[in-house]
C-alpha cells in the first residue's frame, strides 16, 4: 500500500508541477504507441525543454505554447536506424530530409567497417554542422586497419595489432557505440577471427557491442554467422548481425536455418540482434563482384593485375562461375546506381551497358566491362538477387530491426537504393497495413525501443516521462514509400509530425528547416 501511495503521490506531482509551468508542445488525442510493443493507449503527451514531462490523460486545461491534435494519428517514439552511412552527405544535406519524411529521428553511423578517424573530431564536426536528426557512430574495422596496414592482404604483426587496439579504443572513448566489420570488403576481408576478437574485445571494455557485415551472405553465410557468433562471444559483447539477407537464387528458401542458428545462440545466453531493410536488392559497390585477392594494395596494384593475362582470366572465370551459380545467363541483376564518368549509365544494368558499348551480348564480354568499370571508377550498385518469401520469413524474427543500409540522400543526384527514401514507412504500409506480416505495434518496437535498448540509448526508444522528446506522428491508413527502383526519389508520405529533442522538424507533412540534432555517445565516452 505505501508503495501504490508513493506512486500516486509522484504521479499527481508530476501533472502539478507540469500545470505551474507551460509545455513547449502538447499532444492531444492520439493513438500513443510507446514503443514496447504492447496494445495502443488514447493518451496527451506534454514536452518541456526538449523532454517528455507528462504522459496520460491531461486536464483540458493543461497549458501548453503550442497543443498538435492527433486525432486519428499514431503517436510513436523517433525511429532509430541503426546501419546508415551518412559520411560526406551529412555536410551537403544536414537537413536529413529523407530519413525524417520517413519517420526517422536518430542515424547511427559507421558501419560495414568503414567510419570517420578520429571519431571525436567527426563528431565536433557534428555538432557543428547541427543536423536535423540525431547522430551516433560505430568504429569501423575497415578503416582502423587501413590506418594502420593499408590494403595489405596478410595478417597483422603483434605490433600493428596493438597500434589498431589503441585506435578502438580511442574511438570507444570518444564516444563510439560498438566496433563495426565488413568482411565482405577490402581491407575487412584481409582479417580473421582472432584479430576480430582482440578488436571487439577492446570494445567490449567500453561497453560496446559488435555489429558486423558478415563475410558472406551467400554461399557460405552459414560458417558467417557462425564466424559472427564465434568474435561476440570470445569477445564478450553483444552481436548485431547487419542487413541479414539470401543473397542468390540458388540460396533461396533457407531463412529458417539461419535464424535458427541466431535463436540457438540466444537460447544459449548470446545477446544477438539482427537488422533489415524491406527490399530483395541490395545496394553495394561493383567491385565486390571481383575475387578479393585482386584488389589488396590499391587502385594502382589492381590496374597492374588487371593487365596480365593469365590473372584477367582467372577473374573473368570466377564472375562467370558464380554467375552460372545463380541460374542466371546476363549481369542483368547488377544495376548501376551511381558512376560519376558517365552518369548515363546511372539505372543501366551491366548487361545493356555491355550492349551500348557494343559488345557481344554474352556473359564474357559482360565480365570484361565490370572489370573495365571497376578501373574507370567503382560504381555503387543495385544488385537485384533475394526472394520476397525469404525477405518476410526474416522480418517476422523477433529480435530483428528496421534499417535502411543508407546515406542522406541528395535530391536527384544518382539512381539509388530506395531503401534510403522509404524502409520504415514501407514497412508501416505494405508489410504492416498491406500484408499483415507484424502487427503494428510490433513494428513500431523494432524501429524504437528495441534499437535504443541495442544501442545503449537509455534515453529515446520509448514514449515515457523524462525521455527525450524525439516523436513521430503519422496516420497509419495513409503512410507508405513512394521510392522506387526506377524513380527512387520521391520522399515518403504519412509522417505529419516529427519532433527532434522537442522541437517540430516536420509540422503538417514539411520540413521545417530546424536542424536540432544531437551527438548520441556510447557508453564509453569519456
Not at 542515424?107 to 567510419?115: A, E, I, L, P, R
Not at 571519431?119 to 568504429?139: E, K, P
Not at 593487365?307 to 584477367?312: A, E, G, I, M
Amino acid at each position: 500500500m505505501r508503495i501504490l501511495a508513493l506512486l500516486g503521490f509522484l504521479l499527481l506531482t508530476r501533472l502539478s508541477l507540469s500545470q505551474t509551468t507551460p509545455a513547449d508542445v502538447l499532444i492531444r488525442n492520439g493513438r500513443l504507441y510507446d514503443g514496447t510493443g504492447n496494445a495502443w493507449t488514447y493518451a496527451d503527451v506534454a514536452i518541456r525543454a526538449g523532454r517528455i514531462v507528462a504522459v496520460g490523460q491531461l486536464p483540458a486545461d493543461f497549458a501548453a505554447t503550442t497543443v498538435i491534435d492527433a486525432k486519428g494519428l499514431a503517436v510513436a517514439p523517433g525511429f532509430i536506424d541503426v546501419h546508415t552511412h551518412i559520411e560526406d552527405d551529412e555536410v551537403r544535406q544536414p537537413t536529413a530530409d529523407n530519413f525524417l519524411y520517413d519517420g526517422v529521428t536518430t542515424v547511427v553511423t559507421g558501419n560495414c567497417g568503414s567510419s570517420r578517424l578520429p571519431l571525436g573530431q567527426y563528431f565536433r564536426t557534428l555538432d557543428s554542422l547541427h543536423l536535423s536528426v540525431n547522430t551516433a557512430s560505430f568504429v569501423g574495422h575497415g578503416t582502423v586497419r587501413k590506418a594502420v596496414m593499408g590494403r595489405s592482404k596478410r595478417a597483422p604483426s603483434e605490433a600493428e595489432l596493438r597500434q589498431m587496439e589503441d585506435l578502438v579504443a580511442q574511438a570507444m572513448q570518444d564516444g563510439a557505440v560498438g566496433l563495426s566489420s565488413g568482411l565482405i570488403y577490402v581491407p575487412g576481408t584481409y582479417s580473421r577471427t582472432p584479430e576480430m576478437v582482440r578488436l571487439a574485445r577492446v570494445a567490449a571494455q567500453y561497453h560496446g557491442l559488435y555489429a558486423t557485415h558478415m563475410r558472406n551472405e551467400s554461399d557460405s553465410v552459414t560458417f558467417a554467422i557462425q564466424e559472427a557468433l564465434q568474435v561476440a562471444r570470445e569477445a564478450g559483447l553483444p552481436l548485431e548481425i547487419s542487413h541479414l539477407k539470401l543473397s542468390g537464387q540458388q540460396n533461396w528458401g533457407q531463412a529458417d536455418k539461419l535464424l535458427g542458428l541466431i535463436e540457438q545462440a540466444r537460447q544459449a545466453g548470446q545477446q544477438v540482434t539482427i537488422d533489415q531493410y524491406p527490399y530483395t536488392a541490395s545496394s553495394t559497390s561493383l567491385s565486390t563482384l571481383l575475387p578479393d585477392d585482386v584488389q589488396a594494395d590499391g587502385r594502382d596494384s589492381l590496374r597492374v593485375r588487371l593487365q596480365r593475362p593469365k590473372v584477367r582470366a582467372a577473374v573473368e572465370a570466377d564472375m562467370l562461375r558464380r554467375l552460372k551459380r545463380r541460374g542466371l545467363k546476363h549481369f542483368s541483376y547488377a544495376v548501376v546506381a551511381s558512376f560519376p564518368p558517365d552518369t548515363s549509365y546511372q539505372g543501366l544494368s551491366i548487361e545493356e551497358i555491355n550492349r551500348r558499348r557494343k559488345r557481344p551480348h554474352n556473359a564474357r564480354a559482360e565480365a570484361a566491362t565490370i572489370m573495365e568499370l571497376v578501373l574507370e571508377h567503382d560504381a555503387g550498385m543495385v544488385f537485384h538477387g533475394m526472394s520476397e518469401p525469404d525477405v518476410q520469413q526474416i522480418m517476422r524474427y523477433p529480435q530483428n530491426m528496421v534499417a535502411s543500409d543508407a546515406s542522406i540522400r541528395v535530391w536527384q543526384q544518382g539512381m539509388p537504393h530506395p531503401r534510403g527514401y522509404g524502409s520504415n514507412a514501407r514497412v508501416l504500409g505494405h508489410y504492416v497495413r498491406e500484408l499483415h506480416v507484424l502487427t503494428l505495434e510490433d513494428a513500431i518496437r523494432r524501429m524504437t525501443s528495441l534499437p535504443a535498448q541495442t544501442m545503449g540509448f537509455t534515453d529515446r526508444g520509448l514514449l515515457r516521462p523524462g525521455y527525450a522528446a524525439d516523436i513521430v506522428i503519422f496516420d497509419p491508413a495513409t503512410v507508405q514509400d513512394r521510392s522506387t527502383f526506377t524513380q527512387p526519389h520521391q520522399y515518403s508520405v504519412g509522417m505529419r509530425y516529427v519532433l527532434v529533442n522537442g522541437r517540430l522538424t516536420v509540422q503538417e507533412g514539411k520540413h521545417t528547416g530546424l536542424r536540432n540534432g544531437q551527438v548520441l555517445y556510447g557508453g564509453g565516452k569519456r
